[in-house]
């Protein structure tokens, strides 16, 4: 298997990144009516971020599957927003207000700015896990989460670990305020049967964890 780290840069600069895209979107779409109760989430590059029309090439896409808005959160980096600001808020505020969900991912990662995070139309951050993985090592790492948290909650928005893979960081997540969580830990990718499977069981298995909507919350 290819790492998308390793193949993502490289779709980008050969300009394949927009037909990557669409077909990722297209399978997202396609998959995610079959969990009625639950969304999906997409990433999705600077490069396709910055793509001209792009708020009406997302809504054809979801008017063509069928899908409501509200069942699909679109995942950003920081670097996408922070790029433009100015294009990034306004382009957000359409995305919501026509149902999407907004999702900030890495976040901790780039150059955020505070102010900029207040005006962007937001539903959830998703902490990096460069600082989940730090969590029981440094104690920088622990503190930066436990802000993040804390200024989600502030906000009013989910906060969502990424890479959770051990029970002790799950404990430790509680404990700091994270809504939500998704890693290892809860279930390795699984094939689109074997999800539908989980969901319709309920719990994630080994674990016996209650299912949540796309991570576990």
């Known amino acids: 298997p290819i790492s ?8 980008e600069e050969s300009n394949v990144i927009h037909e990557l895209g669409d077909w990722i979107l297209d399978e997202a779409l396609t998959i ?12 999705f590059s600077p490069r396709q971020f910055r793509r001209s029309n ?32 100015e294009r990034a808020a306004e382009t957000l505020y359409k995305l919501r207000q026509m149902g999407f969900r907004i999702a ?13 995070i207040r005006k962007f139309a937001l539903d959830s951050l998703k902490i990096d896990r460069s600082f989940i993985d730090g969590m029981g090592r440094e104690r920088e790492s622990a503190a930066i ?18 890479g959770v893979e051990t029970a002790a960081q799950v404990q430790a997540l509680r404990l700091a305020g994270a809504s939500h ?8 990718p699984v094939a689109p049967d074997l999800a539908v499977e989980i969901a319709d069981r309920g719990f994630f298995g080994e674990h016996d964890e209650q299912a949540g909507t796309g991570t576990h919350g």
């Open 4 to 11: 998308p780290a390793t193949f993502i840069p490289i779709a």
């Open 32 to 43: 995610v009516q079959r969990f009625p109760d639950q969304y999906v989430s997409v990433n």
């Open 145 to 162: 989460v436990h802000s993040i948290s804390h200024l989600g909650r502030a906000l009013g928005l989910e906060v969502i670990a990424e």
């Open 104 to 116: 900030l991912d890495d976040f901790g990662t780039g150059y955020s700015s505070l102010y900029n």
């Open 181 to 188: 969580m998704q890693g290892y830990f809860f279930s390795r």
């Open 54 to 85: 792009f708020v009406g090439h997302i809504l054809e896409s979801v008017q063509r599957a069928g899908v409501l808005p509200g069942r699909v959160q679109i995942e950003i980096t920081e670097t996408a927003i922070f790029d433009d600001a």
